[in-house]
C-alpha cells in the first residue's frame, strides 16, 4: 500500500477506485439538504444493526433484484471486510478450518486467521471453484464455512458459470456449512452477456441452505465511508447483531444516512450506470496494452467485470525477482502468492486497472513486458 501510494510509482497494487471518480458533488448536495433530523440521525449513535430507512433502502434494492429479503435480514457493517470478521467470530474457534478459493482475497485471510482459523484453500478453474476438490475438503476436514467471490473474483478476476454455482449449492446441500459469499464487486459487469451468470446464490439457493451474503458500498459510493452489509438467515442475524455490538456498537450513521440519501434518491443508481463504462473502457485499454508489451508466454484471461487481471508468467519468470526489477524502473503489481493461503508461489501476478489513468498504463505495462522479456532472455 505504501508503495502503491507513493507518486512517482506507477501502481497496479491496490483494488481501489478511480480517485477521480468519486460522487463528490451527489454528496456535497445531499448534505446541503439534510433535515434537523437526519443531521441528528447522522450525529447520534445508532442502532447496532443500521439506520433503519437505510436497511429498508437495501432491501428495496435486493428485493428487485430477487434476494429472498423477507426470509432473510440486512444488518449494516463497517465496510464488508466487518461483515468477514463478524462471520469469523461466530463461527471460528481457534484450530477450526475455513474453506477457501485458492487464490482468495487477501483481507478475508487475514481475517479469518485473526480468529485463529486454520485456512484450506481448494483450486478454482476457469468456471469456479473445481467441484471435486471441494468435495475431498468436505470428506476430510470438517470446515465452519466456506468463502467464495463467484464474482469479479479478488485476485482471479472470474466469474462463476451457472453451471458451476449450481453444481457448488448442490454439493453443499445437507452439509450444515454455511457459505460466505463476498460480491464486493457485483454492480461492476462490463459485459451484458454474463447477466444470467453472475446472479448471486444467495438468490438461486434454497432458503434451508445457510448463505452469508456479503455487499459492499465500496466500490459504488466510496471506500472512505466504511459502509458494507450481509444478508443473512435469522439465527445467524442475531448472532451478528451481538458480534457487531462489541465491536463498534454501529456502523457510522453519518455514512449510513448519506448512503440512504444516495440510494432512495436514484443517485446510486445513475452513479453506476456512469462508472461501469468507464471501468470497461479502463479493462479494454489495460488487455489492449498486455497484448501490445506482455510476452506471447504471459496469458491472461478476459475479465467481464471487477477492478482485476490474473496473468500467468512465462515459464522462466519468477514473479518475485519480475517485481523487484519493476519497482526499480518505476512500477508496481502483486504477486500471487500473497493471495494463496499457504504463501506459495504459484506463478502468477495480479495488475489492477481500476485506479490507473490511460497513460500510465501503457507506460507501467511496457516497464512490466519489457522486463519480462529481459528476464526470459537469460
Ligand atoms: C473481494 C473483496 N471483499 C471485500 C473487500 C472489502 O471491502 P470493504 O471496503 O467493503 O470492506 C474487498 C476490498 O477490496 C474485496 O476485494
Known amino acids: 500500500m505504501s508503495l502503491a501510494n507513493r507518486p512517482d510509482i506507477i501502481s497496479f497494487a491496490g483494488g481501489m477506485p478511480g480517485n477521480e471518480l468519486f460522487p463528490v458533488e451527489d454528496v456535497k448536495e445531499i448534505i446541503n439538504n439534510l433535515s434537523p433530523q437526519q443531521w441528528v440521525d447522522a450525529m447520534q449513535y445508532g442502532p447496532t444493526a443500521g439506520y433503519p430507512p437505510l436497511i429498508e433502502a437495501i432491501k428495496a434494492w435486493l428485493k428487485g433484484k430477487g434476494f429472498p429479503v423477507e426470509t432473510n435480514q440486512v444488518i449494516i457493517t463497517t465496510g464488508s471486510l466487518q461483515a468477514l470478521n463478524i462471520t469469523s467470530k461466530i463461527f471460528i474457534d481457534p484450530e477450526d478450518t475455513v474453506l477457501v478459493e ?6 478475508a485471510i487475514s481475517a479469518f486467521r485473526s480468529y485463529q ?8 478453474d476457469a468456471d469456479g471453484i473445481v467441484i471435486d476438490e471441494l468435495k475431498k475438503e468436505l470428506d476430510t476436514t470438517n470446515p465452519k464455512f466456506l468463502y467464495i467471490m463467484p464474482n469479479f473474483h479478488n485476485p482471479a478476476g472470474l466469474i462463476y458459470s451457472s453451471q458451476r454455482r449450481e453444481e457448488l449449492l448442490t ?7 454455511p457459505i460466505v459469499e463476498d460480491d464486493a464487486y457485483g454492480e461492476l459487469l462490463f459485459d451484458d452477456d454474463y447477466k444470467k451468470d453472475i446472479v448471486p446464490l444467495k ?17 459504488i459510493f466510496g471506500p472512505g465511508l466504511r459502509l458494507g452489509y450481509m444478508l443473512v438467515p435469522n439465527e445467524i442475524f442475531r448472532n451478528a447483531e451481538i458480534c457487531k455490538q462489541s465491536m463498534d456498537a454501529c456502523t457510522p450513521c453519518i455514512s449510513q444516512v448519506l448512503a440512504h440519501q ?3 434518491s436514484g443517485r446510486m443508481q445513475r452513479y453506476i450506470d456512469h462508472i461501469r463504462p468507464i471501468y470497461k473502457k479502463r479493462r479494454d485499454f489495460m488487455l489492449e496494452t498486455l497484448q501490445r508489451y506482455l510476452p506471447k508466454e504471459a496469458t491472461f484471461v478476459r475479465p467481464h467485470g471487477g477492478f482485476y487481471i490474473w496473468v500467468k508468467m512465462p515459464q522462466g519468470v519468477d514473479e518475485t525477482e519480475l517485481l523487484k526489477l519493476v519497482i526499480d524502473a518505476g512500477a508496481v503489481f502483486v504477486v500471487g502468492a500473497t493471495f494463496d493461503p499457504d504463501e506459495q508461489p504459484n506463478g502468477h501476478i495480479r495488475i489492477s486497472y481500476c485506479n490507473t489513468p490511460d497513460e500510465q498504463i501503457e507506460k507501467g505495462i511496457k ?12
Open 102 to 107: 485458492n487464490p482468495s482475497f487477501i483481507g
Open 262 to 264: 444516495f440510494m432512495i
Open 117 to 124: 482459523a486454520k485456512i484450506k484453500g481448494v483450486a478454482i
Open 367 to 378: 516497464i512490466i513486458g519489457d522486463t519480462m522479456k529481459r528476464l526470459m532472455a537469460r
Open 171 to 177: 454439493a453443499m446441500a445437507n452439509t450444515n456449512i
Open 203 to 219: 438468490c438461486r439457493a434454497q432458503n434451508e441452505q445457510q448463505i452469508i451474503y456479503c455487499g459492499s458500498f465500496s466500490k
